[in-house]
């Protein structure tokens, strides 16, 4: 952990024209709809996980709808098929409501509709369902949505509530129906905030390898980028990591890289997110806007601050010798941001893999490598080669775009992919990470490092062609690969933010790690 220096500083504050106000007032809260969800994550080795996905996961919905033509799904001329996927429910005391995160049709048929209800005493308590469609849906067939169910009973203690019915019907024939129960979380009423700051990762991505049902289906074996992932953020200050894993197989050795973090350093929450649709087909990437919102549900009253990123993406304070967690506490000390803020972005710059690696750095690291690579072979670490990055944040389009955030999540009512879809409140801003002086060392902020190819991984990826013209249109050549300072050519600059933040002390914690991963291995196999 970075030592935390408070002293001498002196915010630079936002105009508060910038500054961005999202939501409405609690008592104008819109009526919304509910549905299911799946039951409470496993903490365990990633092979028993696996073993209790079709539990613990996704669950499907279905009704065969009549004569109705309007979708493709049709088991013979008489009948379409309706599905509704439900992923996890919780009850949300700040609105008094039952929230249930799925993936509905984004065209919804009008010929069903949905209720919800609880089981107190003996007495069913039947409810409203309304629903909220997430941005980020591209136009997919299925979109992420909340479904919110709302349930009159002054004398209903919801803590004490330990699932919730969904029930899907036809108008024009109840008894044509699909219903379920669900198990429902709880948000904690009060901020015990377990935890300073913690991470929401989506589903990791690996390379294509085979298709089948789920459509391109991607094997993970990048052991490496875990690695320098998770040590990177546990360096900066991070205590909790969520990770939620998709249907790609791992291989022997991120099995025992996540185990070891999960089991031994117990710093992850593998929660498993199988999805039962084709992704960036029949839903956009990985329904990862269903993902965001359980992750700010789960950590809620957990946790003071949330992150949002993927596992590419790494986040760097500006100046040496502070964490993201000094950051925070130095931003935090003063009222406005103490009070009145709800969400702040960061900008983002790429690193593109494509481009050359840093020599300066290859030897630097070198020997460190060489002894990381006796203990486990195939490790490709990327943070130290990628030196060159773009001098801009953000695309062409604007710096705002790509961007991530980090969150107060009990202040957030919806979250979206960059950026907060709703406050809680309108009293709640969403803005810029702001910079900080401190007094006889400089300007204090954040910056986000996206290590990504240009040409990216998802073939359809509507923003792909803007991505590889950037990566032409500027160059890593070797003047700036072998400089000794931050120096740009072109819109391309050296950044040496790795060697500064962490020297070779990251990649020494990870070598102690990974003798302490295969110890461990080597005493399970003697038994």
Known sequence: MLRTIAWGVSVIWPLFTAVLSIGGELSKFPEVLVENIPKEPIIG???????????YDWQEMEILIPNYQKYEEQPDNNTSRFNVFVYSAY????????????????????????ECGIYVD????????????????HNKKYASSTLLCRIDGNKINFEDI????????ELENRNNKSEMWIALKKIPRGNYNIHELSICVRPWWGETTSNGRMGNKQAFNNAALMLEFINSYLYLGVEKFYLYQNYLELDENV????????????????VPYTIPVIPFKQVWDFAQTT?????????????RYLLFVDTDEFVFPSLKDYSLVDYLSIVSSTPYYSNKVGAMWIPMYFHFLEWESDTINVERYSSIDKEIKKEMDDLDFILYRKTCRMLSSGTKKSDKTRRKVIVRPERILYMGIHEPETMLNATFHFIKIPIVNITGKGELGLNLHHYRKAN??????????????????????????????????????????????FGTNLYQNILQDIKEMKLISAKKEKK
């Open 255 to 270: 099995k025992m890289v996540i185990n070891y973090y999960l089991e031994v350093k117990k710093v992850l929450e593998i």
């Open 91 to 114: 009850y949300d005391w700040r609105i008094g409501m039952i929230r249930i995160n799925s993936l509905i049709p984004l065209s919804f048929d009008e010929r069903i509709k949905m």
């Open 122 to 137: 003996n007495i069913i308590y039947k409810g409203v369902i309304h629903t909220v469609i997430h941005k980020e849906h």
């Open 45 to 55: 080795p990633i092979d028993d996980i696996r073993k209790e996905i079709s539990v």
């Open 291 to 303: 993902m965001i919102q359980d992750c700010l549900l789960r950590s809620t009253g957990r946790t």
């Open 162 to 169: 330990q699932k919730v019915s969904f029930e899907m019907f």
């Open 456 to 501: 990216g991984i998802v073939n359809n990826d509507p923003k792909k062609r803007e991505l590889v013209d950037m990566y032409l249109e500027n160059t890593c050549s070797n003047g700036l690969s072998n400089a000794r300072d931050n120096k740009s050519i072109g819109g391309v600059v050296r950044d040496d933010i790795v060697w500064i933040t």
